[in-house]
T-cell receptor, first 110, second 116 residues
Framework: KNEVEQSPQNLTAQEGEFITINCSYS?????LHWLQQHPGGGIVSLFM???GKKKHGRLIATINIQEKHSSLHITASHPRDSAVYIC????????????FGQGTRLTINP | DTEVTQTPKHLVMGMTNKKSLKCEQH?????MYWYKQKAKKPPELMFV???????INESVPSRFSPECPNSSLLNLHLHALQPEDSALYLC???????????????FGPGTRLTVT
């Protein structure tokens, strides 16, 4: 079992739909990152969380430390949101290292 | 300037060639990272430099040789690679981790390497 599990692995939705991507982890963490990667491209950091909730535009990220669970929500989804979304955690001991989930491939159809 | 640049964008090399990948940032970050990413997989950490010193080597084969000549530059020297080394190589940078304080990593666009 991976230390970081994401669901779903693939998600296809229509433009305008509300999107939720989930991330569960099994280790103690100091921070959790949500990253976005467009096809063939580099990675953009969307959020870094250690507690609570953060919002940036149409994106919302939440984390529940007790349940070892985080969600990324996209409101009013748009085709340009189509990308791979990766959850990564920073452990308590190995603070310089990120442990990555397998990613969720999101496709938003017009 | 929150940009990490990488050159070249694409590289094709034979198994006997020697080549280098270059990464540069001007954000004043003192931690720099090399990742390898295969298709449809998450990035795998290869090396971490902290204050220009190698702090993490994830048991990477010696045909990959990192170098951090100054606080803005990170190189990855490649020699005698195998076809299975073909991948996207990503560089990232961040502030150095301090106890209780964590920083975001900024990623470059990557170098797509093909070994023939």
């Amino acid at each position: 079992k991976n230390e970081v599990e994401q669901s779903p692995q693939n998600l296809t939705a229509q433009e305008g739909e509300f999107i939720t991507i989930n991330c569960s982890y099994s280790v103690g963490i100091s921070a959790l990152h949500w990253l976005q990667q467009h096809p063939g491209g580099g990675i953009v950091s969307l959020f870094m969380l250690s507690s609570g909730k953060k919002k940036h535009g149409r994106l919302i990220a939440t984390i529940n430390i007790q349940e070892k669970h985080s969600s990324l929500h996209i409101t009013a989804s748009h085709p340009r949101d189509s990308a791979v979304y990766i959850c990564a955690v920073r452990g308590i001991q190995g603070a310089q290292k990120l442990v990555f989930g397998q990613g969720t491939r999101l496709t938003i159809n017009p | 300037d929150t940009e990490v640049t990488q050159t070249p964008k694409h590289l094709v090399m034979g198994m006997t060639n020697k080549k280098s990948l270059k990464c540069e940032q001007h954000m004043g970050h003192r931690a720099m990272y090399w990742y390898k990413q295969k298709a449809k997989k998450p990035p795998e950490l290869m090396f971490v430099y902290s204050y220009e010193k190698l702090s993490i080597n994830e048991s990477v084969p010696s045909r990959f040789s990192p170098e951090c000549p100054n606080s803005s530059l990170l190189n990855l020297h490649l020699h005698a690679l195998q076809p299975e080394d073909s991948a996207l190589y990503l560089c990232a940078s961040s502030q150095v981790w301090l106890a209780g304080v964590y920083y975001e990593q900024y990623f470059g666009p990557g170098t797509r390497l093909t070994v023939t």
